[in-house]
């Protein structure tokens, strides 16, 4: 009976040779061949995409000292609590706490600029409507700018009530048709623009306070997970009771604060869809 010795354990073999070794005795020379081409391809590659990661890196740098600010802000921890109770992860409520109270008093100024900018140069189309194409042109040409996606819900809202059969995007192109000096989308531009001026915001009207647009950001962030916010005035405290009204008073130390003003800003500026 044979016993197997003076046949080495296949553990030993690779104990007592070297990988490189082991390989020149099982593979033949054509398969030896192609594995350093394919070695020296994933060399090439590697070289290639050296300096695409450098340009990534460099754009993460900026995205990674921001991040090293949100985190060594102070937490929003009202927003932060209430975020986490809905379902995010607390990192990720860390991240939109801070997103909501760093943009609540820029886009509140922000939209500001934006509603004058835009009832004026509406205003400017209307008081030009006797003047030539050449003039309402340039009327036009002020106009087309501001035409985008802070502006579009005050646009369509006023489309929609002053029944003009238009959309966002034919009113855009009809501006931008104008603003070169078509003598037809001139007069065209000249026929409606006095019935949506009617019904945009008008350039004069009251600020947007920051209070008002960060709880509308809170309730933008909270009906993305699902949270719609829901009517919850009670009769018998005369107050709003729901806390989200009560996380945005906690957080900007406004024990009197109301969401009314945010609610209808949400619904106007179309932020959900619910």
């Keep these: 009976m044979n016993s197997g010795a003076g046949h080495p354990a296949p553990e030993r073999i690779v104990a007592e040779e070297t990988l490189g070794e082991v390989l020149s005795r099982l593979l033949t020379a054509e398969a030896r061949s192609a594995i350093a081409a394919a070695g020296k391809q994933v060399v090439t590659f590697a070289d290639q995409l050296r300096p695409v990661l450098a340009t990534l890196l460099k754009r993460l740098v900026p995205l990674a000292r921001n991040m090293e600010a949100v985190f060594q802000a102070p937490p929003a921890a009202s927003y932060e609590r209430l975020l986490i109770e809905m379902g995010y992860e607390s990192v990720e409520a860390r991240i939109r706490s801070r997103w909501i109270l760093t943009n609540g008093r820029r886009w509140a100024k922000d939209l500001d600029v934006s509603r004058r900018k835009l009832a004026s140069a509406l205003r400017g189309i209307v008081k030009a409507a006797d003047q030539s194409p050449l003039v309402m042109g340039r009327r036009a040409a002020v106009l087309l700018p ?82 719609p916010a829901a009517y919850t005035y009670c009769p018998y405290e005369e107050d709003w009771v729901d806390r989200m009204t009560e996380a945005t008073r906690r957080q900007l130390q406004q024990p009197r604060f109301s969401p009314i003003a945010a609610r209808r800003l949400l619904k106007s500026q179309k932020w959900t869809h619910s």
């Design 146 to 227: 501001l035409l985008d996606d802070w502006t579009r819900p005050w646009v369509e809202t006023a489309i929609a009530d002053s029944g003009v059969p238009l959309s966002f995007e034919e009113f855009r192109d009809l501006v931008r048709e104008a603003a070169e000096g078509q003598p037809s989308a001139c007069g065209r531009l000249c026929e409606i623009a006095p019935q949506i001026f009617r019904h945009v915001p008008k350039a004069r009207g009251a600020s947007l306070k920051a209070p008002t647009v960060t709880h509308a950001l809170l309730l933008m962030i909270a009906d993305d997970a699902g949270h």
